[in-house]
């Protein structure tokens, strides 16, 4: 079975740290980009980074670009997110996902295919 | 960044009716659009990819058309377990960026 799990989330105060762990099973790990995306309460989805299989390329969105980092351990099958100098507005769920590409014809598509359960990261001030 | 925005923000409908949800972006993005699924409290489900392509295993009642930068979202029927929140998503380029979210509610 396909299965990303979240964990690491909790309370930080304002200006801390936390690092986000995700367990990957029942697909080839190394072979596939990997993204993270957070949901603050009764808010919309935010994609937050990304993560080339082999972790030689990485993206970042402008919210967290700096104070953020995704990493990966394709040995472990491990994704990571750092989160450093976190503030109220991080407060959200924060998922794991397959960023899968798919060949149509002759054009590759990326997809969100796989989605982890979430993990609550709250920032108190 | 490209902004994605969908509309309407919420809409009431019936067991039956057709659905129809916008995305616009605000540059042209091919077909590099996907449509999400969210359920409460759940994560989020891929419904579609680039822009018109059904993911496996989700019914042949949603569809999706559109390119450069007009895109919908279509139910042709209604059902019960299609009542959430639907948004899109474009992966043209970075950051990636989701529209604001559509709730379909009874």
């Known amino acids: 079975e396909v299965q990303l799990v979240e964990s690491g989330g909790g309370l930080v105060q304002r200006g801390g740290s936390l690092r986000l762990s995700c367990a990957a099973s029942?697909?080839?790990?190394?072979?596939?980009?990997m993204s993270w995306v957070r949901q603050a309460p009764g808010k919309g989805l935010e994609w937050v980074a990304n993560?080339?299989?082999?972790?030689?390329?990485?993206n970042y969105g402008d919210s967290v670009k700096g104070r953020f980092t995704i990493y990966r351990d394709n040995a472990r099958n491990l994704l990571y997110l750092k989160l450093n100098s976190l503030r109220a507005e991080d407060t959200a769920v924060y998922y794991c996902?397959?960023?899968?590409?798919?060949?149509?014809?002759?054009?590759?598509?990326?997809?969100?295919?796989?989605w982890g359960q979430g993990t609550m990261v709250t920032v108190s001030s | 960044a490209i902004q994605m925005t969908q509309s309407p923000s919420s809409l009431s409908a019936s067991v039956g009716d057709r659905v129809i949800i916008s995305c616009r972006a605000s540059?042209?993005?091919?077909?590099?659009l996907g449509w999400y699924q969210q359920k409460p409290g759940k994560a989020p489900k891929l419904l579609i990819f680039?822009?018109?392509s059904l993911q496996g295993g989700v019914p042949s009642r949603f569809s999706g058309s559109g390119s450069g930068t007009d895109f919908t979202l279509t139910i042709s029927s209604l059902q019960p377990e299609d009542f959430a929140t639907y948004y899109c998503?474009?992966?043209?380029?970075?950051?990636?960026?989701f529209g604001q979210g559509t709730k379909v509610e009874i």
């Open positions: 996902v397959r960023d899968t590409s798919v060949k149509l014809n002759t054009m590759w598509y990326d997809a969100l295919d796989v």
């Open positions: 998503l474009q992966d043209y380029s970075y950051p990636r960026t």
């Open positions: 993560i080339k299989e082999d972790g030689g390329e990485k």
């Open positions: 680039a822009a018109s």
């Open positions: 029942g697909f080839s790990f190394g072979s596939t980009w």
């Open positions: 540059q042209g993005i091919r077909n590099d």
